[in-house]
């Protein structure tokens, strides 16, 4: 399935019932160089819109917020160690955490590609 | 002629000093009065020291046993060169008594040397914290005085002196609301706090710290809270809300006292964020606006210094509902005898048996005390309403002055800061931070940058009534003729800034990354490669 975005800059990619959630090329480069990232435990829970991961640059600290709700079954600690991945390749290989995902239509929510880019455009 | 018989040239070498100025390297890396500063570890020993100890005499000590055994690795530097040390650092150093200072939200204003002139009176300046009271009365009083105009300022019954920053105060603000929340038997309930998006990072750090969640409320578009969003977000579980008025727009909440009757009709608390009280001192009164509880920063509004990072001093004033949860200590007057009620039993027995409990070890920042009471007894009520309408008029001249080439993210008038966006600088290739470092080269401090976070490459300034008119022109001539240069194409030379500082542009992404935080002797360093 295709990506899809939140307001607040997270894309999601649903495999099944499972999501990668990171955040956009355009937040990445909004926040400059990153230099921190914390993420959340698996196992934990979160609803939709709850702060879950920090984000932190030479410019700002930010909140991850989660885009649907779900439980974390895997987080990528290599950005953790390596908070500059997230500057190289946000949309790939700097993905933050994968959720389970508890309610699916909380999906048809989320812009898809051609709606973010205009959203995006505008902020 | 026979005049000049001691060989010294009577014409300076003709444009030598020009050409030369950026070629020449030194033997000690110094460029005249511009010391190439070693660290203190590296002018010093570690082996020496700067004073010599007797022998203790004696085997008794009631360490019980944990005496340290090894080096606490300090340099040992002898006075002269710890002084010189710490003199040439300070010299690398900008300050409010080198020039204008206008960082945005952090009220840089002039120092009044007589607030220092007081405070250095040994009554003041020699008195022991743990000195008894009947030796510390007129210190006591002091309190008590400041702590009375501090009321009569902002309208409100009661004031906590003790905290020791904006951020303790808000601290205490926080903690006074959740007690009053636990007294109604609504801590449990009562669980979300309400802060703009403009709001200082401090108020949600706050809030958090405080067992809170924290919600943001959205802008209006005019740099504002917007009172119908406001509205929709209060309900029972709604403990309060924290605003800044005037906010970091550096715009008047018009609708403050909407907002806080809306708030108080959801049985919620106002904290009032009152860094940003010296726009408004002797002009409002934010007890007339339904404020329940507000931090004083003594070092902005009331002039104590707070460069290098203090040390800051936050009184906080309560209203009616708040004033019974109060921390410990606080000053009591009795037949004129002034006494400090420092236990729970004293406060049960004065009356004050719901304190939130102690904030802090002793009573206050006692020498910012001196300084903030000097400061308004100096100026007087009128004084300090005219230091309120200078701050703003003065920032409404750069405002003014600076709106031909930069873009004001929001219609003036403002009140004491005025705010820009990067709009100005769209498509040449600088960004905010360039244009900062460029200031630098100019001999200025930059303003705040990238705060508040609601407009995009925010350049927040604020004059304080501090400067003059000269001084302002200056000012604005210099950032007009930036704005000029970054719009005529010369981004190379703002990516290159700052030229003439003793260090270029810092790596500020490798220091954030790879923090290097303990200095390690060179042997050793060299042995761990």
Request: charged share 25%; hydrophobic share 40%.
């Given at each position: 399935?295709?990506?899809?975005y939140?307001?607040?800059?997270?894309?999601?990619?649903?495999?099944?019932?499972v999501?990668?959630?990171?955040?956009?090329?355009?937040a990445?480069?909004?926040?400059?160089?990153?230099?921190?990232?914390?993420?959340?435990?698996?196992g934990?829970?979160?609803?939709?819109?709850?702060?879950?991961?920090?984000?932190?640059?030479?410019?700002a600290?930010?909140?991850?917020?989660?885009?649907?709700?779900?439980?974390?079954?895997?987080?990528?600690?290599?950005?953790?160690?390596?908070?500059?991945?997230?500057?190289?390749?946000?949309?790939?290989?700097?993905?933050?955490?994968?959720i389970?995902?508890?309610?699916?239509?909380?999906?048809?929510?989320?812009?898809?590609?051609?709606?973010?880019?205009?959203?995006?455009?505008?902020? | 002629?026979?005049?000049?018989?001691?060989?010294?040239?009577?014409?300076?070498?003709?444009?030598?000093?020009?050409?030369?100025?950026?070629?020449?390297?030194?033997?000690?890396g110094?460029?005249a009065l511009?010391?190439?500063?070693?660290?203190?570890?590296?002018?010093?020993?570690?082996s020496?020291?700067?004073?010599?100890?007797?022998e203790?005499?004696?085997?008794?000590?009631?360490?019980?046993?944990?005496?340290?055994?090894?080096?606490?690795?300090?340099?040992?530097?002898?006075?002269?060169?710890?002084?010189?040390?710490?003199?040439?650092?300070?010299?690398?150093?900008?300050?409010?008594?080198?020039?204008?200072?206008?960082?945005?939200?952090?009220?840089?204003?002039?120092?009044?040397?007589?607030?220092?002139?007081?405070?250095?009176?040994?009554?003041f300046?020699?008195?022991?914290?743990?000195?008894?009271?009947?030796?510390?009365?007129?210190?006591?009083?002091?309190?008590?005085?400041?702590?009375?105009?501090?009321?009569?300022?902002?309208?409100?019954?009661?004031?906590?002196?003790?905290?020791?920053?904006?951020?303790?105060?808000?601290?205490?603000g926080?903690?006074a609301?959740?007690?009053a929340?636990?007294?109604r038997g609504?801590?449990?309930r009562?669980?979300?706090?309400?802060?703009?998006?403009?709001?200082?990072g401090?108020?949600?750090a706050t809030?958090?710290?405080?067992?809170?969640?924290?919600?943001?409320?959205?802008?209006?578009?005019?740099?504002r809270v917007?009172l119908?969003?406001?509205?929709?977000?209060?309900?029972d579980?709604?403990?309060?809300?924290?605003?800044?008025?005037?906010?970091?727009?550096?715009?008047?909440?018009?609708?403050i006292?909407?907002?806080?009757?809306?708030?108080?009709?959801?049985?919620?608390?106002?904290?009032?964020?009152?860094?940003?009280f010296?726009?408004?001192a002797?002009?409002?009164?934010p007890?007339?606006?339904?404020?329940d509880?507000?931090?004083?920063?003594?070092?902005?509004?009331?002039?104590?210094?707070?460069?290098?990072?203090?040390?800051?001093?936050?009184?906080?004033?309560?209203?009616?509902?708040?004033?019974?949860?109060?921390?410990?200590?606080?000053?009591?007057?009795?037949?004129g005898k002034?006494?400090?009620?420092?236990?729970?039993?004293?406060?049960?027995?004065?009356?004050?048996?719901?304190?939130?409990?102690?904030?802090?070890?002793f009573?206050?920042?006692?020498g910012?005390?001196?300084?903030?009471?000097?400061?308004?007894?100096?100026?007087?009520?009128?004084?300090?309403?005219?230091a309120?309408?200078?701050?703003?008029?003065?920032?409404?001249?750069?405002l003014?002055?600076?709106?031909?080439?930069?873009?004001?993210?929001?219609e003036?008038?403002?009140?004491?800061?005025?705010?820009f966006?990067?709009?100005?600088?769209?498509?040449?290739?600088?960004?905010?931070?360039?244009?900062?470092?460029?200031?630098?080269?100019?001999?200025?401090?930059?303003?705040?940058?990238?705060?508040?976070l609601?407009v995009?490459?925010?350049m927040?300034?604020?004059?304080?009534?501090?400067?003059?008119?000269?001084?302002?022109?200056?000012?604005?001539?210099?950032?007009?003729?930036?704005?000029?240069?970054?719009?005529?194409?010369?981004?190379?030379?703002?990516?290159?800034?700052?030229?003439?500082?003793?260090?270029?542009?810092?790596?500020?992404?490798?220091?954030a990354?790879?923090p290097?935080?303990?200095?390690?002797?060179?042997?050793?360093?060299?042995?761990?490669?």
């Amino acid at each position: 399935m295709s990506v899809k975005y939140s307001q607040d800059h997270e894309w999601v990619k649903a495999d099944g019932d499972v999501c990668t959630i990171g955040i956009s090329a355009h937040a990445a480069e909004q926040l400059g160089d990153v230099v921190f990232v914390e993420l959340p435990d698996t196992g934990k829970t979160f609803a939709k819109g709850d702060d879950m991961a920090v984000v932190e640059s030479v410019k700002a600290a930010s909140d991850v917020y989660a885009p649907i709700s779900g439980e974390i079954v895997e987080v990528n600690s290599a950005i953790v160690d390596e908070p500059a991945k997230v500057n190289e390749d946000p949309q790939g290989a700097a993905w933050f955490v994968k959720i389970k995902m508890s309610n699916a239509s909380e999906l048809d929510a989320l812009m898809d590609e051609a709606a973010y880019k205009d959203f995006a455009g505008q902020s | 002629m026979s005049m000049n018989n001691q060989g010294r040239p009577t014409t300076p070498t003709s444009g030598a000093g020009e050409a030369m100025e950026t070629n020449v390297k030194t033997f000690t890396g110094n460029k005249a009065l511009m010391i190439e500063e070693a660290l203190s570890f590296e002018v010093g020993d570690l082996s020496g020291s700067g004073v010599d100890l007797p022998e203790l005499s004696g085997q008794y000590d009631r360490l019980g046993g944990v005496n340290r055994n090894e080096t606490i690795g300090l340099p040992g530097l002898s006075e002269p060169e710890a002084m010189r040390h710490f003199v040439r650092l300070s010299q690398k150093n900008y300050a409010i008594d080198m020039g204008p200072f206008p960082l945005g939200s952090c009220t840089m204003k002039h120092n009044p040397r007589l607030n220092e002139k007081v405070a250095r009176l040994p009554g003041f300046a020699d008195l022991h914290p743990l000195a008894p009271e009947s030796a510390a009365q007129g210190a006591l009083e002091l309190i008590d005085t400041l702590a009375f105009w501090l009321k009569e300022l902002t309208g409100m019954p009661a004031v906590a002196m003790s905290p020791k920053a904006g951020a303790h105060g808000e601290l205490c603000g926080m903690m006074a609301i959740k007690a009053a929340l636990e007294a109604r038997g609504e801590a449990d309930r009562r669980v979300r706090v309400l802060a703009p998006e403009s709001a200082h990072g401090t108020n949600p750090a706050t809030a958090v710290q405080c067992g809170f969640k924290v919600e943001a409320i959205p802008g209006d578009g005019t740099g504002r809270v917007d009172l119908e969003a406001l509205k929709e977000k209060l309900g029972d579980d709604v403990a309060g809300i924290m605003v800044t008025n005037p906010n970091t727009c550096g715009l008047f909440e018009r609708d403050i006292r909407a907002i806080a009757d809306a708030v108080h009709d959801a049985g919620g608390y106002f904290y009032c964020d009152g860094a940003n009280f010296n726009a408004i001192a002797g002009k409002v009164k934010p007890g007339d606006l339904g404020v329940d509880a507000m931090h004083i920063n003594l070092h902005k509004t009331f002039s104590t210094p707070h460069g290098g990072g203090g040390p800051g001093a936050g009184p906080t004033v309560l209203s009616e509902a708040l004033a019974p949860f109060a921390p410990l200590p606080y000053v009591s007057c009795e037949d004129g005898k002034y006494s400090l009620v420092e236990t729970l039993h004293h406060a049960e027995a004065e009356d004050g048996g719901d304190t939130l409990g102690r904030l802090t070890a002793f009573h206050g920042q006692m020498g910012m005390f001196v300084r903030a009471l000097s400061y308004m007894m100096s100026h007087g009520r009128d004084g300090l309403k005219q230091a309120s309408e200078d701050a703003v008029l003065n920032a409404n001249y750069v405002l003014a002055r600076l709106k031909s080439e930069m873009t004001p993210s929001f219609e003036g008038p403002c009140m004491h800061e005025a705010l820009f966006d990067d709009r100005f600088l769209k498509d040449t290739g600088v960004e905010t931070i360039d244009f900062a470092k460029a200031m630098i080269d100019e001999g200025y401090h930059p303003m705040t940058m990238y705060f508040p976070l609601v407009v995009h490459g925010a350049m927040l300034i604020e004059p304080t009534e501090s400067e003059s008119k000269r001084e302002l022109d200056l000012f604005c001539d210099a950032l007009l003729s930036l704005a000029k240069r970054a719009k005529a194409g010369e981004t190379e030379s703002f990516k290159a800034a700052p030229v003439y500082a003793p260090r270029r542009r810092l790596d500020e992404t490798a220091a954030a990354r790879h923090p290097v935080l303990r200095w390690t002797p060179p042997q050793t360093a060299q042995a761990a490669e």
